[in-house]
């Protein structure tokens, strides 16, 4: 007999995207006259091309691996060299950070990241992750076996959820000191979905929380590109103590539009220590490493040759031209929401809009309100936690053109 891991029997309905996209589907089907009418502004996909110079270092190294004196078989599991010593360099170096290229661990994708860190984490942890927020920290260990079921309102049991609300800026609060120390915290900034960005007072106070009860931070930072406010950390490695109580994940998605070319990075801190139940300390920094030896043979080197030429002068200039056509979008979509009424947030560090559902109507009843309605695909707040509902996400990747009519139809047509 074959028995089933049951932890997947604990989660809730589908994965939040592909229902949206059953959704949407079911809708066109029904309404083929609306397809070359609907516009997605629902899932974080870049919509732009890839940057010139990755494109062009991709295709130089096709041709290494088309010579026999230049091919290039299994690489380091870890990353090759070029890639980590420019991300050491580029993204925590320069800023004066204490990030070595040897803590530094190149996969492919921040989401398979902080699902699999929980391999080198043990049973027991008290789980802190913020609500709402993207699905991935919930299901991940709902499926670990580090949840007990979910009750009526879809809160699995286990978990401390951290409300983000609008009166903490969206932000999760450190727990009161009479609440039960946290083990494992989530933290996500800019904030997916509700685009906001953490203060470096806001950090500092988890950073000060993770420190005093030997807590371990999971820092998601995979939109980090997007902060343009210099008063905003881009990393929580800028926030002193911070490499004794956090694991940093990054990715190329958004940073150089590789949603389909997949590479990312997490960095674990060789200061890292972790407790063993006999009371030990041990690095963390050396589990992380077996596992990826254990179970990654390694992002491709035709992908890593990519990332490595984001960082070159024409890389920073088109990753810079990226990141200026999505935040142009995301103020183009704010400002046409609130135009239409609508109550809004983010979009200004980040490229998501956070939108409050008019006349108290839930999040996939709003949904389903601008799909059939307006012919836009958006993100039900719901979908993200259950404080997400009574809001929408829209997302701002996509074509000038396609978000200018999409903030037409919201100011006329809605």
Request: charged fraction near 20%; charge should be negative; glycine fraction near 10%.
């Amino acid at each position: 007999m074959a028995y089933l891991n049951e932890n997947y029997l604990k989660l809730k309905a589908g994965y939040l995207f592909p229902e949206i996209g059953r959704r949407v589907a079911a809708f066109t089907s029904a309404h083929p006259e609306a397809a070359s009418r609907l516009i997605r502004c629902g899932i974080g996909d870049v919509t732009e091309a890839l940057p010139a110079a990755a494109r062009d270092a991709m295709h130089a190294a096709i041709d290494e691996l088309g010579d026999r004196t230049t091919f290039k078989g299994y690489g380091p599991e870890q990353g090759y060299d070029f890639l980590r010593v420019a991300i050491a360099e580029n993204m925590f170096q320069a800023r004066g950070l204490d990030v070595a290229a040897d803590e530094i661990f190149v996969s492919d994708g921040s989401k398979c990241d902080t699902g699999n860190i929980l391999d080198i984490f043990g049973q027991g942890n008290r789980l802190g992750i913020p609500d709402p927020v993207y699905p991935v920290y919930v299901d991940t260990n709902v499926m670990a076996g580090n949840t007990g079921d979910a009750d009526s309102t879809g809160a699995y049991e286990g978990i401390h959820y951290l409300p983000c609300t609008e009166a903490n800026g969206f932000m999760p609060d450190v727990p009161s000191s009479e609440e039960a120390p946290l083990d494992l915290i989530y933290l996500c900034s800019p904030n997916n979905p509700t685009g906001a960005a953490a203060t470096r007072e806001k950090l500092q106070a988890w950073v000060d929380y993770a420190r005093q009860h030997g807590a371990v931070i999971l820092f998601d930072a995979a939109y980090e590109a997007f902060i343009t406010d210099p008063a905003i950390p881009k990393s929580i490695y800028e926030i002193p103590g911070a490499r004794e109580c956090a694991i940093e994940f990054r990715s190329f998605s958004k940073h150089g539009g590789f949603t389909g070319v997949r590479c990312a990075f997490t960095v674990v801190p060789k200061t890292l220590l972790g407790s063993t139940r006999d009371g030990r300390k041990m690095p963390l920094h050396p589990l992380w490493s077996r596992r990826m030896t254990t179970k990654f043979n390694g992002a491709s080197y035709i992908v890593q040759k990519g990332a490595a030429a984001l960082f070159s002068e024409a890389g920073k200039s088109e990753v810079n031209a990226l990141i200026a056509h999505y935040l142009g979008n995301a103020a183009v979509l704010r400002e046409a929401a609130q135009d239409a009424g609508l109550t809004s947030f983010g979009g200004v560090n980040a490229p998501y809009i956070w939108v409050k559902t008019p006349n108290n109507l839930g999040s996939w009843e709003f949904f389903d309100v601008m799909l059939h309605k307006l012919n836009v695909v958006v993100t039900p707040g719901a979908g993200f936690g259950a404080a997400g509902e009574g809001f929408f996400r829209i997302s701002a990747f996509n074509s000038r053109a396609n978000v200018i009519e999409v903030g037409r139809r919201l100011r006329e047509e809605l």
